[in-house]
């Protein structure tokens, strides 16, 4: 847990999407099931967790399957998405302490803008610009110097081992029914179905008031 000095001091928190605040399912796969056809990024998705296949030559496949849905097609997979409980009261909640709040994935960003109530979204720019899990550290390493932010100032939730290399960077983090391998570098383990409560494992509602 954060120090009670360390506690005033958070001015980050960082969110991943797929498997976090979207339990047990990833965009691509809420995507491909607004567009009618779910097996292909499933088989797309094995093939990737496999080796068979890059980061880019997925996202050409996937945006080939669903590219004849039309242009409401990622608001339509976010309205039907299943999400983790209590996003928008943690993020009122850090809000009110002006802690600047950050989406960082690999799935489509226009995915990840429809989520409300973040500060910033990053995300794949498919099928160019995608971002790996290499990437995640370097995106939060660019916005921390933007607004002059320490590292021990930051927290971070995430799910998967593609969240290796941020935790790696970061102290202060909270795996979120996570992998085995993830858990093991995290600070924190939450299991449940509020990310508000993850919250409270690293800045707790205690350290809020005594800001």
Request: glycine residues 6%; contains cysteine; hydrophobic residues 40%.
């Amino acid at each position: 847990m954060i120090s009670p000095d360390s506690g005033r001091r958070i001015r980050l928190a960082v969110f991943d999407l797929d498997g976090t605040l979207l339990p047990r399912t990833t965009a691509c796969q809420q995507i491909a099931t607004a567009a009618g056809d779910l097996l292909t990024i499933e088989n797309l998705e094995r093939d990737y967790r496999a080796g068979f296949i890059d980061s880019t030559t997925f996202a050409e496949r996937a945006l080939r399957s669903w590219s004849h849905a039309g242009e409401s097609l990622y608001q339509r997979a976010f309205a039907a998405a299943p999400k983790i409980g209590g996003v928008e009261q943690a993020l009122v909640r850090l809000r009110a302490h002006e802690i600047v709040t950050c989406l960082v994935t690999m799935a489509p960003r226009q995915f990840a803008e429809c989520f409300p109530g973040f500060d910033h979204a990053y995300g794949s720019i498919y099928p160019t610009r995608i971002l790996n899990p290499e990437d995640k550290p370097s995106v939060v390493r660019k916005l921390q110097a933007k607004l002059g932010i320490d590292t021990d100032a930051i927290i971070a939730f995430g799910d998967s081992d593609s969240d290796l290399p941020l935790f790696g960077y970061l102290h202060h983090t909270v795996a979120v029914n996570s992998t085995p391998n993830l858990a093991a570098v995290a600070a924190h383990r939450y299991d449940g179905a509020d990310i508000n409560q993850a919250l409270d494992l690293v800045w707790p509602r205690a350290e809020a008031v005594r800001r």
